[in-house]
């Protein structure tokens, strides 16, 4: 099955500051990728996802990146908030269920 | 609200007891996945519907879980003689597919969280 592995597991950036989380997966026939983002006792909600086909997509500060070459996708947040402070979970697909990473927590210091 | 709902929210069940929860999907999404999440880690999968169908259980789901979707719409999932390692967050989620060989994206529910004593 998929095995996909999330990097780093804490992530603390000064307000303003970029946050970078990288993933890796193990499937290569995997080709949908979304990024969820889960606040304390919160469902994780859907932020940005892309495709195989693509390299990369951008969403206003939000940013994702594929090597399908390489099997590694990243999240890239720009102009860190307060707001961004959360845990994030990368995911990987083939076409039905999703194989989660073990999530990257962010705290983004004011 | 038109988003993925679950009930109960929380549950407090004593070991050796059944448990039931209920998922209602976004109206109209054709699939909908159960998956657990512990704490610190991501959700897992534990079994899908298209419709009604059922089409694939995880490794994960023992003989004492089964989920049910007999209309198509909402979806049940039943853990019957509870053990304290079933304690965990169970996420429900749906998407609206149109091709079945191509992932959509999916939307969580709230989740129920069920404690075992």
């Known amino acids: 099955g998929e095995n996909v592995e999330q990097h780093p597991s804490t992530l603390s950036v000064q307000e303003g500051d970029s946050a970078v989380i990288k993933c890796t997966y193990s499937d290569s026939a995997s080709n949908y990728f979304p990024w969820y983002k889960q606040e304390l006792g919160k469902r994780p909600q859907l932020i940005i996802d892309i495709r195989s086909n693509v390299g990369e997509k951008k969403d206003q500060r939000i940013a994702v990146t594929l090597n399908k070459t390489a099997k590694h996708f990243s999240l890239h947040i720009t102009e860190t908030q307060p707001e961004d402070s959360a845990v994030y979970f990368c995911a990987a697909s083939k076409w039905n269920k999703l194989s989660f990473g073990a999530g990257t927590t962010v705290t983004v210091r004011a | ?117």
């Open chain 2, 1 to 117: 609200d038109t988003g993925v709902s679950q009930d109960p929210r929380h549950k407090i069940t004593k070991r050796g007891q059944n448990v039931t929860f209920r998922c209602d999907p976004i109206s109209e999404h054709n699939r909908l996945y159960w998956y657990r999440q512990t704490l610190g880690q991501g959700p897992e999968f534990l079994t899908y519907f298209q419709n009604e169908a059922q089409l694939e259980k995880s490794r994960l789901l023992s003989d004492r879980f089964s989920a049910e979707r007999p209309k198509g719409s909402f979806s049940t999932l039943e853990i019957q003689r509870t053990e304290q390692g079933d304690s965990a967050m169970y996420l429900c989620a749906s998407s609206s597919t149109i091709e079945t060989s191509v992932a959509y994206e999916q939307y969580f529910g709230p989740g129920t969280r069920l404690t075992v004593t």
